[in-house]
């Protein structure tokens, strides 16, 4: 793969950035604190997120007071950390890459693809590929 990105001039960053949204992710929830409403809820968790230097929140979810929050993947510990700080506790938190163009394997390409995932996984340091293979359930 580096030969390929060698001969293209490019770095494995600049393929990411290309072909990928890249964002962190963070859904935290916030048991302290009485509501009355979602929308004093979806308030506070957004000046919250404001302060945090997140980008948006996405997701609200008033029975369980749990949030999804975006921000620049560069700065996801320091918002899960300003969030903590806030009270809330943090349910999940990554890096996350939504490719441009998915696209779906046929039966075929599918299992040459699983091959090559299985190989690679038995690489030490290896711990994930991100692709734009859409998989179908």
Do not use: W
């Not at 949030?67 to 700080?85: G, M």
């Amino acid at each position: 793969i580096n030969t390929i990105l060698r001969k293209e001039k490019k770095t494995a960053a600049s393929v990411n950035t290309a072909m990928f949204n890249h964002f962190g992710l963070i859904q935290a929830s916030i048991p302290k604190g009485e509501f009355k409403s979602l929308e004093e809820f979806e308030e506070k968790v957004t000046e919250h997120a404001i302060e945090c230097n997140a980008i948006d929140v996405e997701q609200v979810d008033f029975p369980t007071k749990t949030a999804v929050i975006t921000c620049d993947p560069d700065h996801i510990d320091r918002v899960k950390t300003s969030l903590i700080k806030l009270g809330y506790d943090i349910d999940l938190y990554e890096e996350v890459f939504v490719p441009h163009n998915p696209v779906t394997l046929n039966d075929e390409e599918k299992a040459l693809y699983d091959s090559l995932i299985k190989r690679l996984s038995i690489i030490d340091g290896f711990e994930k590929v991100y692709d734009n293979v859409e998989v179908s359930e």
